[in-house]
């Protein structure tokens, strides 16, 4: 039985990197289409009605929408190299912790700003939200201990992310000196 | 082992709900922590000290938090009584999709609703309907959300059912006229024991808003 699995995505998002990151770590053969957000392809709008927007998985004509919810899809449905930890209760770990990575620190990233006063205070939110992810990852060499998973594949995001929005808002906030341990 | 459950909760909250739901439908023997929020206790601030919320399930010592992630680990450790996830993981993902849709979109509406008047107040008015119509859509002809068994999206959405009273009172309409199939789900939903011990008297939360509301000047 021929799997068919086609990823909607766009290369500057970091929800949608997370999920190629899944697919590429469980190396799940995907047909990748890259979109223009204004200009929605017929086929996104079909797959992804309510929200219209990327990511959105395609398996088998099935589409998943919401990234966090398509990478625990792809989980359990080809188990191969774990994403999530085994364990009820490092599994609701990382899932909070993936949840205050992409409602938390992602939109105050991708927020536009203008002023060099509003740049400063997201610089100065950003930074205390990374402090409390930083205290989190302690002496482990990866969230999830030992192997990668779940949030190091969105933690990652983030990581390509600054490195895009700092030059746009020419801000340093993320930096080795200042997070040794999550760089 | 005895096992050593507490929940941090405060009662009229939608999302403390969600869990009295889930532990009774799993008969699992708890401990209700009642919690003032103006006066947060240093267990609260202890258990939650990122986001200082309830609801909190403190399991043996260990601290799980955020109502959706509370029920999949509550459906996960006790697994062997009342499944409330689907066990298929296309169905698993549609379930989660709506839960997240009802936490982003109803709740905003709702919240509309309760802290403005006027010109704001019905545009959250117009939200709330909406969103409930597309719930509504997608439930069709099936007695609850996961088909025929009441599960993770029926016990997320249906405490937000104790709110509708005030929001009707507030915003002068009535979600029955607007939507009959999904007054219909609510009244299956409220006939189970777990629902109907879980959720407050509706009279008591609209005097609990009404009092909210004066206290921050609205009205």
Redesign the interface.
């Known amino acids: 039985m021929a799997e068919e699995v086609k990823l909607y995505g766009t290369w500057v998002s970091p929800f949608s990197r997370s999920v190629e990151l899944a697919l590429k770590l469980k190396g799940i053969p995907y047909e990748y289409i890259e979109e223009d957000l204004h200009n929605k392809s017929p086929d996104l709008i079909k797959c992804n009605p309510?929200h219209q927007k990327v990511p959105v998985l395609v398996?088998n004509g099935?589409p998943?929408?919401?990234s966090l919810?398509?990478i625990?899809?792809i989980d359990?449905?080809w188990k191969n190299n774990p994403i999530l930890p085994q364990d009820?209760?490092q599994?609701?770990m990382a899932?909070?912790w993936a949840?205050?990575i992409e409602e938390k620190i992602l939109p105050l990233a991708m927020k536009a700003t203008n002023s060099e006063e509003e740049k400063e205070k997201v610089g100065v939110e950003i930074f205390q939200l990374m402090k409390?992810l930083e205290g989190e990852l302690n002496e482990k060499d990866f969230f999830g201990s030992e192997n990668i998973g779940y949030l190091d594949i969105v933690a990652a995001i983030i990581a390509v992310w600054f490195r895009v929005t700092q030059e746009f808002l020419g801000v340093k906030i993320v930096s080795e000196e200042k997070f040794p341990v999550l760089f | 082992m005895a096992d050593e459950v507490i929940l941090l909760d405060f009662w009229p909250s939608m999302y403390g709900m969600r869990l009295r739901i889930a532990l009774a439908e799993k008969g699992v023997k708890y401990e209700n922590k009642e919690q003032d929020l103006r006066n947060k206790s240093p267990l609260l601030l202890q258990m939650n000290p990122i986001h200082k919320k309830v609801p909190v399930l403190v399991h043996n010592g260990k601290p799980v938090l955020e109502s959706s992630i509370i029920v999949q680990y509550i459906d996960e450790v006790w697994k062997d009584k009342t499944p409330l996830l689907p066990s298929d993981p296309y169905e698993r993902a549609q379930a989660r999709f709506w839960v997240d849709f009802i936490d982003k979109k109803l709740y905003e509406a709702g919240r509309k609703i309760w802290t403005t008047t006027g010109e704001a107040q019905e545009e959250g008015k117009k939200e709330f309907i909406e969103v409930i119509k597309t719930l509504e859509g997608q439930m069709g002809d099936k007695p609850y959300f996961g088909g025929e068994a009441f599960g993770f999206v029926d016990l997320s959405l249906i405490p937000f059912y104790s709110w509708f009273h005030a929001f009707e009172t507030f915003a002068k309409f009535s979600v029955a006229a607007e939507c009959l199939n999904f007054s219909a789900w609510a009244k299956r939903c409220m006939e189970k024991e777990s629902v109907a011990k879980s959720l407050p008297d509706e009279k008591k939360v609209l005097v609990f808003l009404t009092e909210y509301r004066k206290s921050l000047g609205i009205e």
């Open positions: 309510i398996h099935k998943i929408v919401e919810v398509i625990e899809y359990e449905t009820p209760y599994r609701a899932r909070f949840k205050f409390i």
